[in-house]
């Protein structure tokens, strides 16, 4: 008699390092003879974890709780537990929750099949972490969740030494891929309908140092830098000379290495979004000094000048921290200036969180909560301010918005659908009378202007149906999941628990 495949569920935590990390986990699984769980309790739980915020140990620790009793009512199923949480903690998962299969690293994805089925004979727990990477994540199964927007990995790790930051230390240094095969990627993604890549590194403008000094690179890269340029706006130019692909977005950079060249890049090449996200953590040079961050104010404001001298609409967020070790009032001051003179479009605010092993952790001038509490208050009502103000300047403006899946919290309420416009921002619009798919693209009027979103309800001015359409289309009749959202997930003021939602270097 033949028996039904097991059935699987990942839940992710974290960056979209993570995000593309699942999606690998999740093709491992299917190539492994597992089907995604619909509606019934998997077999088998995936938590794929993150260790940059101080709560995550909490929020992984009450999950595996809640699961406990659920295991003990399914016969045969098996947790696994993932990710940067689990590269810190390794032996620490098991001793705290026993009833846990499977741990495993950042560098060693690739082998929770083999994991599962060894903990399934033996009947005991299998903790298997790498130090260093085993196997490119790239060359991997994946299982896209979108159809018409992909995760480009370009580099894994981070030579950087942020004091706030705990990834370099679970991720590893910088280890870059060959443009060869990364643009092989990309026109295979492109094949299958993809319009929109992201491309993802922890520090992703770094790109290049991790092939060594210039003449020990392969020669595709010396090929790309040649005219001094960096290896990175070689990269872009030559994602951008990929025929079909219409949009292209990159996270996160660093400050430190944004160069003249890249904003020269994105500017010239049409495929490139006029979207920015640049880390600024704080705009206090004596705060920057103590992260360990090796740009000042004034470095990162002429970045900004820049970048907006070459692309006028350019959309531009970051990430900052409120409340580092030794942050004084005046300290903070400093960065709501740089808030005012930036005029992000938004951005990801986070009060610090001490990570043990890190060098912030033990500074001295950790500050009490109540004043942590009160600047992020101000903080937010400030960045609430400039984003609003941002995004009226754009009504009237007339869009092309890619069709995305899952955008809207209140499409349904509404009646309309949503989408990201080239600088990815979150567009709702009313609905066509003609089908419009997720992967079409509409043209539309902005006519309202919200602090995290715009609306569009006058009638839609054209659809232009696209091969990413079609692809979606042709998952939905294979049984197909719901996508993932377009680039930046939604921006505001964070949950009670938030998850990051940028490269992992860019976060407390």
Request: aromatic content about 6%; glycine content about 10%.
């Amino acid at each position: 008699m033949e028996t039904a495949p097991r059935t699987y569920e990942i839940r992710t935590y974290g960056c979209q390092m993570n995000v593309h990390d699942s999606e690998r986990l999740s093709g491992l699984l299917e190539s492994a003879g597992y089907v995604r769980a619909e509606d019934a309790e998997p077999d088998v739980v995936v938590f794929n974890t993150c260790a940059v915020r101080e709560n995550a140990d909490n929020r992984l620790y009450g999950n595996l709780g809640h699961l406990r009793p659920v295991k003990d009512g399914h016969p045969g199923m098996q947790i696994a537990v993932g990710g940067c949480l689990a590269q810190k903690d390794r032996d620490t998962i098991v001793k705290r929750a026993p009833w846990v299969d499977v741990v495993f690293g950042t560098h060693n994805i690739g082998s929770l099949p083999a994991l599962l089925e060894r903990a399934r004979v033996h009947s005991e727990a299998q903790v298997e972490i790498e130090e260093s990477l085993v196997t490119f994540p790239s060359t991997l199964p994946t299982r896209r969740e979108s159809p018409y927007a992909a995760w480009v990995s370009i580099s894994v790790g981070c030579n950087n030494t942020c004091t706030f930051c705990i990834v370099p230390s679970l991720r590893g240094k910088e280890k870059d891929r060959r443009p060869g095969e990364i643009l092989a990627e990309v026109e295979a993604l492109v094949a299958e309908g993809v319009l929109e890549v992201t491309l993802l590194g922890q520090n992703v403008n770094a790109y290049g140092s991790g092939f060594g000094g210039l003449a020990d690179a392969p020669g595709e890269v010396r090929a790309m830098t040649e005219g001094g340029q960096s290896a990175f706006a070689g990269l872009l130019r030559a994602c951008g000379g990929v025929e079909g692909l219409e949009r292209v977005r990159f996270t996160s950079p660093h400050p430190k290495d944004f160069t003249d060249d890249v904003i020269a890049a994105m500017a010239e090449t049409p495929s490139v979004m006029p979207s920015l996200h640049m880390p600024l953590q704080s705009g206090s040079d004596a705060v920057l000094r103590a992260m360990r961050r090796s740009y000042r104010q004034e470095r990162y404001l002429g970045i900004i000048g820049k970048v907006r001298e070459a692309i006028p609409d350019a959309a531009i967020t970051t990430d900052i921290i409120v409340g580092f070790p030794g942050e004084t009032e005046a300290d903070f001051e400093e960065t709501l200036h740089v808030v005012r003179e930036a005029r992000f479009a938004s951005a990801f605010t986070f009060q610090y969180s001490k990570r043990p092993g890190t060098p912030a952790a033990t500074m001295d001038g950790q500050l009490p909560k109540e004043v942590v509490q009160e600047r992020y208050e101000r903080l937010i009502a400030l960045q609430e301010e400039i984003s609003w103000a941002e995004n009226r300047k754009q009504l009237g403006r007339t869009l092309e918005v890619l069709v995305a899946e899952g955008e809207g919290r209140k499409d349904e309420a509404t009646r309309r659908l949503s989408g990201r416009a080239p600088d990815n921002r979150l567009v709702h619009f009313g609905a066509p009378e003609q089908p419009v798919r997720p992967g079409d693209m509409v043209t539309v009027e902005v006519t309202y202007a919200a602090p995290h979103h715009l609306v569009a309800d006058k009638p839609v001015l054209d659809v232009r149906r696209t091969r990413a359409g079609d692809a979606w289309e042709a998952r939905q009749g294979q049984g197909g999941q719901k996508g993932v959202s377009l680039g930046m997930p939604s921006i505001g003021r964070p949950a009670e628990t938030p998850a990051p939602v940028s490269g992992c270097s860019a976060h407390p």
